[in-house]
């Protein structure tokens, strides 16, 4: 049984690079979108670059997360988050030092990889390690201080792309990396899922997996013919590359090659269900999606996502282009959202606790597509707190309302022991959707490759996006409506309850029988 706690020294080590690890991704994901503008005229890059650069990350790491997880369980969670941590860094420094837009994509596709392993690993490590009597307040504190990196990234990194420059947006992650990596190696228990003799104290499973993200079989501890599913993995982020290149290509790219891509990912689409099918502990087992409602919270969370990605691509580059603020002035702007999300988040979890999350779930869309509506005054000379500051509170306020319930619908909408299995799940979904909405919306609103040089452009396209992506927002609250149900009361409660991501829900992990009551 773990049973380091949280007051002590070696605790608070871990609590630290758990920390400092996750918030390299959580700084990633919220400060590379204001630097687009400046990115693209440094290296002379046209929109569907810009689109790659953010895309690429998205890619691998919702390609390649619930694999993520299973590695950690195998190799050891504290071996594999060092690991990511480490390429993390490493593909941070090739994106810094990039010298043309298509190695900045590569890189960014390398960061992915990195985030993949150390996103799920930091929570792992948390709960493989602490006392069952201190693990939520841990996991608590884990959550609240990466929402809070969250919450720093668009002022700091629109203060870097105004300073020293956008490079550095992606040099941050270095230090941190050399801070994290011998902290980890040096106070932080490793940890792997494999099942110990019934001889031990207590009968528990010792160190058996806890984080359960990405495993098959959602029992925490690993069985012995468990085999990666290598094939689905890639598979999955092939489907994904090639349909997205498709959608990014189609304004200006050979017919042909568009139409094969589209074709090839929706095979591989096909392929990649037909591997998970059959695979003996398959990256995402298809028999969670019996429950109906968690089906149906994963497409209220492919709608909102999709928008949350969308908006959030084009709104930082809105405010500089077209309203004429400067880089930190954008990153300032939005950050609102991620204020209140960590100020209510918990608050809005008990709500929904008390209530239900069918209402949440409903207004909670509607409210973020009336802030995403309230965009549309945003354009030439606009005031921050006449035009922008209402739409991002209206906005913030819908995902507070909306984010907790989500993530606890969930987790009660599958038994107890898949909790981790379905919130990988979940969180893999919340990314794919923000990955698809960045690569269709400029197609679909008429966006040139060269349209964020010119601020009418850029300006009409906007316009019509904000519109799609309120529409997309009430399909969502339909489904909502009509779909989610109260679940049972002796169900799976969240134990992130403060959440401070704006692109993805929080992951959760397994507790297993004998260790958390």
Known sequence: MPDVRLASPQGKWILLTTVLGSSMALLDSTVVNVALPRIG???????????????????????????????????????????????????????????????????????????????????????????????????????????????????????????????????????LAVVCVPVALRHVPESDGRPVRSGASGGS?????????????????????????????????????????????????????????????????????????????PMLPLDIFASRQFTAVNLVTLCVYAAFGGFFFLSAVQLQVVAGWSALGAGTALLPTTVLMLLLSARSGELAEHIGPRIPLTVGPLLCAA??????????????????????????????????????????????????????????????????????????????????????AFDDAFQRAMVLCAGVLVVGAVVAFTTVRRPAPDCRRPECRTHGSVLAPPLEGERTKGRLS
């Open 371 to 456: 802030g995403m509506l309230l965009m549309l005054r945003v354009g030439p000379g606009a005031s921050y707190a006449a035009d922008v500051l209402p739409a991002v509170l209206v906005l913030g306020f819908g995902m507070v309302a909306l984010v907790a319930p989500l993530t606890a619908t969930v987790l009660a909408s599958v038994d107890v022991s898949r909790a981790g299995v379905a919130s990988g799940v979940n969180n893999a979904a919340a990314r794919a959707a923000g990955l698809v909405a960045v690569a269709a919306l400029p197609l679909l609103t008429g966006m040139s490759s060269e349209a964020y040089r010119s601020a009418t």
């Open 41 to 175: 005229r440094d290296l002379d890059a046209d929109l569907a670059a810009l689109q790659w650069t953010v895309n690429a990350y998205l890619l691998t790491l919702a390609g390649l997360i619930l694999l993520g997880g299973s590695l950690g369980d195998h190799y050891g969670r504290r071996k594999v988050f060092v690991v990511g941590v480490v390429w993390f860094a490493v593909a941070s420094l090739l994106c810094g030092i990039a010298p043309n837009a298509g190695v900045l994509v590569a890189a960014r596709a390398l960061q992915g990889v990195g985030g993949a392993l150390l996103t799920p690993g930091s929570l792992a490590l948390i709960q493989a390690s602490f006392h069952p009597e201190d693990r939520g307040r841990a996991v608590g504190l884990w959550s609240g201080f990466g929402g809070m990196g969250a919450a720093v990234g668009p002022f700091l990194g629109g203060w870097l792309v105004d300073g020293p420059g956008w490079r550095w947006v992606f040099l941050l992650n270095v230090p």
């Open 205 to 281: 499973a010792g160190s058996a997996a806890e984080s359960g993200i990405g495993s098959g079989t959602g029992s925490g501890a690993r069985r012995p013919h468990e085999r990666f599913d290598v094939l689905g993995a890639f598979l999955g982020a092939l489907s994904l590359a090639l349909v997205t290149y498709a959608l990014i290509e189609a304004r200006s790219g050979p017919v042909g090659v568009v139409t094969g891509a589209a074709v090839a990912g929706l095979v591989a689409g096909v392929a990649f269900v037909a591997v998970e099918r059959r695979h003996p502990d």
